[in-house]
């Protein structure tokens, strides 16, 4: 895996350098295209003051021929009126000749100089445009260039994908031998077993033996014993007299004892070398038992899950209180909110000793009807809450046609809130509460409580306050969304406040069971304090971080987790 995340993190870098050099390259074209832009716009400029110029000449031509024709006619008119003779008459003429002449030109020079200004203008032109030609084949060459260069950059990220991808291959393909190797290491277990099983079958079989030979051995033991005694005493009373004869005597007594003994000092040497082969056998093995071991607890984990629907409304968290009788220090629980006895009914069966309360006498009578024959049912007609006195319990009905709700008093509370359609409170009744610290102190409910689910319709914090010092291994305590009907008014706490107050309590892990209202499906989370959208559910607290993983893992088996991803408000969806 680390090995996958540095190929990204480079393949990362590689995208982020070809991506600065193909901005960097764009960059270069885009002030390029700018300046050519600036000289089009100025040599534009320049052509349309040209233009001007030509037109405004080519619009004066008239007027100029026309003021000439009014000179013409003023001369013809005065060389009419006041010339009466010849000469002055071919003096008028030759008058309005030489202004006729000057006239063309001083004319012609305009035109000269306009034709030679306009020339300017146009080789000027002509200079930009070749510039610009000039200056647009360079960018095209810098656009050739940074093309080039993407391409490069491009086959290069391609050389590495293909590289990164080989490696990946590989990677994949050590993962695969592994993962093999453990495949293979799991079938050869029972192959280890058997070995491991015949091993303790040829060691007891060989303490078998040595069982079986150890009376021969005290036996022997025991005669060779009485006839050392018996030799001594013999040597004694006839050691000057017959040494030798009693030296053969006492050889030929010792022969069957030796010829007993042999056979059991050889077993017992092959004992213990068998035990020393077995004790190597062991300890080469142990190891590979123990990595066995956590390979099958950590991988290889299989589980078994049966549906049922023995829970009715109330599963799955019945199915999870039911787990977990197995891994708590007592079997005394508490229902706190006990209504007819749904909960109570199911922690009974599975094995823990109940202590139910319930306020509202109708269902408190309902409640002691139903189990008063279970020796381990402890029922009492009350609430409990963070003070003592008696408030009003606020009683609910169902406004509906139909009759939608089965039972509306499972929704009597103390604390008012909001309500969904076709439930509405009307009237109410006074009850007992109590804290829950007090029936401890007094004696009335034991302090060895090892799991206490709470249900009170919005009342749950109150309840918990009321505990003061005393801690439980679990906690179960309803939540709702604030998009939900129950939680638009009157809310006195949300998932939030509830986690903080429990952590307060050094209850540092939670599992979250929840539902989307108006759906049926159930899910969870483990240890994150906000709630899905409009949804409603029970929350698990725990003290013990082993407990709480083995609730994980229930609920992992039997429900599907949900997992909290951060993206912007306005692409949060619900599931």
Known sequence: MDFRRHMKQLLRMCGHAMVSTVHERLDNVDRQIERILDQDIELAQNQTA??????????????????????????????RDHCASKPDLEAAGGQREIIRREFNRAFTNMGAENARALAGHLEGLQRRLDDAVSNTQGLREEIDGARQGLENALN?????????????????????????????????????????????????????DHCALKPDLEAAIGQMERIRRESNHAFAEIASANAQELAGHLAEAQEPGLAILRPTLACVLNLEREYSATR???????????????????????????????????NPELGLISFLYSHLPGRNAMDIGAHIGEVSNCMLNTGYEVYAFEPYPPSYSRLTERLKERKAFHPFNLALGAVDGQPPLYLVTDSTNDRRYDDPTVFHTLARHGMPEGLCFDGTATVPVKR???????????????????????????????????????????FWDTQIPFASDGLLYTLESMVREMGQRSYFWYVVLYRIWGRNQTAFFCNHDRPVPGSWGNIFFFRDHDTFQQAQQWCAAVLPRTYFKSVPASQATTP
Do not use: W
């Open 50 to 79: 040209l233009l001007r110029s030509a037109v405004q000449l080519v619009q004066s031509l008239p007027q100029m021929q026309t003021e000439v024709q009014q000179v013409e006619m003023r001369l013809a008119s005065l060389v």
């Open 436 to 478: 829950l610290s007090d029936l401890h102190r007094g004696g009335v409910v034991p302090a060895d409580i090892s799991l206490v689910k709470i249900d009170t319709e919005g009342y749950d914090l109150e309840v918990i306050r009321g505990m003061e010092d005393h801690r439980y291994p679990v906690v179960c305590v309803e």
């Open 280 to 314: 190597d056998i062991m300890a080469v093995l142990e190891p590979v038992a123990r990595e066995t071991r956590s390979f099958l607890a950590n991988e290889a984990v299989r589980q078994v899950v049966v549906e049922t629907s023995e829970y009715a409304f109330f």
């Open 156 to 208: 290069n990220v391609d050389r590495q994908l293909a590289d990164i991808l080989d490696r990946n291959i590989h990677l994949a393909q050590d993962q695969t031998a592994l993962l093999q190797s453990g495949v293979q290491l799991v079938q050869r277990l029972p192959q280890i077993l058997s070995g491991f099983e015949q091993a303790e079958m040829r060691l007891a079989s060989l303490l078998r």
